[in-house]
């Protein structure tokens, strides 16, 4: 009889082990379970920021001739979150004012992305992932503090307009800029050139060009090469002379050249028949020649003519060249009455 009431206790308290055993394992299932679904402390609270920032930035689109915008303006975001990337349909950015100092290396997420605008800012590079971004057709970063333009924005195919204008210390553009079969538009201005870039000379869809406000010494003798461009900026720059290769530009009808160095008009400028705006204000001209005072019948048509032909300046080049021309056969006719 006692033998059996031991065997019996054993019984029991194996079974009650086992069953504490399945209870404690069922309970580090469930635990486990529970730290997988919901994260840790940190991590935790790292999901939620992220959830409100996102809901922060989808406040800021907007949607504009069936375009969907990300606008953030005069609002600090140094740097771009991470979670920005759930937004990646959006198909422009308009980021202006807002301190940014770096452009995301996950912008090469934004496929559908056409315009890039985060003008007046303190971006200081542009990520070789920009690279990626091929329909992008527009790329604003002027008034930021970029010193460099790496080589794979030139495999941005869709490129049509690029400004760069006052970023002050870039001075230079890589070789394979000229790939950029599209680009039409090119703002360089305030920037820290002394030539222009031969892969700038080489852009065949070039149109407008902006070399304003650099430290340009001279233009290129191939100069004619751009056979497209229309519009040249080329003000408050340090040029002395102008090739005479810039009489064959033939679809240039805006040309800038005020506060330069430049003491002559190339006489072949004359025949340029096409140019429709020319500034050759504030230069050292050698020759004084002014423009003849014409009568009107108001002073104040007088005065919108005479701003008129200052405005366009094509009747004084014309003038210039001209008196340049009437000296230099006096001078030669003096030679030969000497001789």
Known sequence: MVGVAVCGSVSSIKALWETRIKKIQKEQKEEEEHRRRTPRGRL???VWEDRAVLARLKQKL?????RLILRIQQEEWKTLPGCL??????QEWQIHRTGLQKIPHFISSFQNLLVLDLSRNGVTEIPKEIGKLT????LLLSYNRIQFVPEELSCCESLERLELATNRDLNQLPHQFRNLQRLQHLDLSMNDFTCMPDCVVDLPALEWLDMG???LQFLPEDIHRMEKLHTLWLQRNELQKLPENISRMASLDTLVLSSNRLRDIPSLMEDMSNLRF?????????LDVTLPVRKTKAKEDEEDEEDDREMFGREFM?????EARKRAYAVLNMHCVNR
């Open 44 to 46: 935790s609270v790292g």
């Open 62 to 66: 907007h949607t504009e001739d069936g």
């Open 85 to 90: 990337v759930q937004l990646s349909q959006v």
């Open 135 to 138: 329909r992008l057709r527009e």
């Open 213 to 215: 406000g650099n430290r």
């Open 278 to 286: 020319v500034n050759f204000r504030d230069n050292p001209l050698t």
């Open 318 to 322: 014309q003038m210039y060249i001209q």
